[in-house]
Each structure stands twice: as C-alpha cells, then as structure tokens.
C-alpha cells in the first residue's frame, strides 16, 4: 500500500506520513475458540489417563500376588514344610500347615477372584498343587492366574 505524499508548505518537501494500526488483545471469539480446544482436549484425555492408573493399579496388584506366591513357594522349599495360600475376596495370605492366622497377607487386591475362595499348597520339593484362578475387575477384564504344578510357578494371562 502506498503511503500518500503530504505537502508541508513551500518549500517542496515531501514527508510520507505512516499509518499504524495497534492490535491491542484477544477478540472473545478467539478466547472462545482456545476454551474449547483446551476442554475437549481434557475431555479426550481425562478417561484415557483414570485407565491407565486403573491399569497400573491392577499390575501392581498381580505383581504382590505373584510375589507372595514366589515367597510360599520358596519359604516350603527353606523350611521343608507344606505352605498353604487362601485367595479370598478380601485377602490373599499364605500359611504354614495348619495355622489359620496368615503370616503375610495382600489385603483388598484391586480385583477379586471368581468362583469364591481358593487355596493353593507348596510342597518342599518345589512342587505345588496347582491350579487356575479366575480374578475379576469390571473396568480391566478378566485374568487368570495359573499355577504350574510342577514347578510351582505362577503366571498371569489376560482371559
């Protein structure tokens, strides 16, 4: 855009004169628009983000559950004796024979066993009784816990 030549007088000069336009602000249209953007995007990664700690919440109980397995397991093979573990809806706990009050237990796990109340035993050699545990959580799925027989090692597997 060409800028309109003044005349200043007599003498002949010219000066250019400039126009400036200030922006000063946002209009509301734009905060509007930036609002949005920012609550769908929370919207969008809200649900995602309460899933995700949902699900370390779950992994973090299977690896307790596991490692009080591996602790029967290994406390039957120090000991020489039988080691019992109940899998309830309220808690996990190992014992040693017949003692009903658990030595460790795992309280409210983030799910819960189907099919009631189970028992798994380790025996002294490294074996165990076995077996396979259907746990439960509404948000997450199903899991199973199997415990081999024979070598008395636990795994989780997705159901």
């Given amino acids: 855009m060409k ?16 126009v400036i336009k200030e922006d000063t602000g946002l209009t509301f249209l734009e905060i509007l628009i930036v609002v949005m953007i920012i609550g769908l995007s929370l919207a969008v990664i809200t649900p995602a983000f309460s899933n995700f700690a949902r699900s370390v919440e779950i992994k973090t109980g299977q690896r307790k559950i596991i490692r009080l397995l591996e602790l029967a397991r290994e406390r039957a093979i120090n000991t020489g004796t039988e080691q019992r573990v109940k899998i309830s809806d309220d ?21 819960y066993p189907v099919n009631g109340p189970h028992q798994v035993f380790f025996y002294s050699d490294g074996t165990s009784s076995g077996g396979s545990f259907v746990f439960s959580d509404r948000d997450v799925g199903n899991w199973i816990l199997q415990i081999n027989p024979v070598t008395g090692k636990p795994l989780w597997k997705k159901y």
């Fill in 91 to 111: 808690f996990i706990m190992f014992t040693n024979g017949d003692e009903e009050n658990g030595e460790l237990q795992v309280k409210r796990a983030p799910f």
């Fill in 3 to 18: 800028m309109p030549i003044l005349p200043t007088g007599n003498r002949g000069i010219h000066i250019r004169k400039k």
